[in-house]
Nanobody, 124 residues
Framework: QVQLVESGGGLVQAGGSLRLSCAAS????????MGWFRQAPGKEREFVAAIRWSGGSLVYTDSVKGRFTISSDNAKNTVYLQMNSLKPEDTAVYYC?????????????????WGQGTRVTVSS
C-alpha cells in the first residue's frame, strides 16, 4: 500500500502564493508518476500537474502554466506544488495522486493512490 498526505492549503488573496506538500510512505516505486489534481464544488476533478518521481518530465495543464511549479524531493519522499499568482478560479480541494509511469499523466481514473486533499481558497 501507498499512503499520501497533503498539506499546505489555506486562504489567500488573489495574486498570492501557497506551497502544497504531498508526503508519500509505504511501498513507493522509483517508476511512479506523481500528480496533482483539483476539484471545485460542482465540477469534475481536473488535472493540474505531474512529475516523475525521479524529478523530470514535468507536465502542466494550460491554465496553470507559468504560475505553478511541481517538484520532488526523493530524500524526503515528498512532492510539492508551488502556486504563484493565484486566481479565484484556482479555488478547489487539491489532491495528490500516484501511479506507475505513463505517457498520459492527466487521466485521474488511472491513478490508484490518492491523498485526502487539502483545501485552497483564493479570495478576490
Amino acid at each position: 500500500q501507498v499512503q499520501l498526505v497533503e498539506s499546505g492549503g489555506g486562504l489567500v488573496q488573489a495574486g498570492g502564493s501557497l506551497r502544497l506538500s504531498c508526503a508519500a510512505s509505504g511501498r513507493t516505486s522509483s517508476t511512479f508518476v506523481m500528480g496533482w489534481f483539483r476539484q471545485a464544488p460542482g465540477k469534475e476533478r481536473e488535472f493540474v500537474a505531474a512529475i516523475r518521481w525521479s524529478g523530470g518530465s514535468l507536465v502542466y495543464t494550460d491554465s496553470v502554466k507559468g504560475r505553478f511549479t511541481i517538484s520532488s524531493d526523493n530524500a524526503k519522499n515528498t512532492v510539492y506544488l508551488q502556486m504563484n499568482s493565484l486566481k479565484p478560479e484556482d479555488t478547489a480541494v487539491y489532491y495528490c495522486a500516484a501511479r506507475i509511469g505513463t505517457t498520459t499523466p492527466g487521466r485521474a481514473n488511472s491513478y490508484p493512490y490518492w491523498g485526502q486533499g487539502t483545501r485552497v481558497t483564493v479570495s478576490s
